[in-house]
């Protein structure tokens, strides 16, 4: 039973364009969601993350929104640059005070210049 | 620059074998984790660790057992290698959910 899903396997983009990630939960209970980035033959790192207290949070060309109604988080990209391409995972804060992360099966971004 | 480290990037085991994949974390965190990552299924938490000496089973545990005896070093160890072990295993420690840092991961393949 997937906590946490990403349906779209790939999304590609064109160069200054915004690309638009999407994740869906399934537990209204979970307080913190966050994104990952990964290249290949590199671990993932940490890109943006969210409280439920807020809707929306910013960081230069990325920012997440929250929709906790629909239990549902997206990441916008704006401008889209080559250097984007990666795997992107949307995960949430799973385990309470051991900050154990359940992450979703990830969408592959290629941004085309 | 903080840093986890995992100590190979590439294994190639024999079925059969036991197999150790080692992690040290130099950044002081309390919580370490494994996880592997397959095409099409993303990462699955196998075991994780919130203190010295202290497991927990994480999605997918079974094969697979850890060790943690200093709090910088989380050991994976896989008590006979099989085929379907063969993935990219991930190494993360944090003190916070904002500070999950990876490793750069161990490429198994098990022939």
């Known amino acids: 039973d997937q906590q946490v899903k990403q349906n779209s396997p790939s999304l590609s983009v064109q160069e200054g364009r915004i690309s638009i990630l999407n994740c869906d939960y399934t537990?209204?209970?979970?307080?913190?969601f966050l994104w990952y980035k990964k290249y290949p033959a590199e671990g993932p790192t940490f890109l943006i993350s969210?409280?439920?207290?807020?809707d929306k949070n910013e960081d230069g060309r990325f920012t997440v929104f929250l929709n906790k109604s629909a239990k549902h988080l997206s990441l916008h990209i704006v401008p889209s640059q080559p250097g984007d391409s990666a795997v992107y995972f949307c995960?949430?804060?799973?385990?309470?005070?051991?900050?154990?992360?359940?992450f979703g099966k990830g969408t592959l971004l290629t941004v085309n210049p | 620059d903080v840093k986890v480290t995992q100590s190979s990037r590439y294994l190639v085991k024999r079925t059969g074998e036991k197999v150790f994949l080692e992690c040290v974390q130099d950044?002081?965190?309390?919580?370490m984790f494994w996880y592997r990552q397959d095409p099409g299924l993303g990462l699955r938490l196998i075991y994780f660790?919130?203190?010295?000496?202290?497991?927990e089973k994480g999605d997918i545990p079974e094969g697979y057992s850890v060790s943690r005896e200093k709090k910088e070093r989380f050991s994976l160890i896989l008590e006979s290698a099989s085929t379907n072990q063969t993935s990219m295993y991930l190494c993360?420690?944090?003190?916070?959910?904002?500070?999950?840092?990876f490793g750069s991961g161990t490429r198994l393949t098990v022939v």
């Open positions: 660790s919130y203190d010295v000496k202290m497991k």
């Open positions: 969210i409280s439920s207290i807020k």
């Open positions: 993360a420690s944090s003190r916070t959910e904002i500070g999950y840092t």
């Open positions: 950044m002081d965190h309390e919580n």
């Open positions: 995960a949430v804060n799973s385990g309470g005070s051991n900050y154990k992360l359940t």
């Open positions: 537990n209204s209970m979970f307080d913190y």
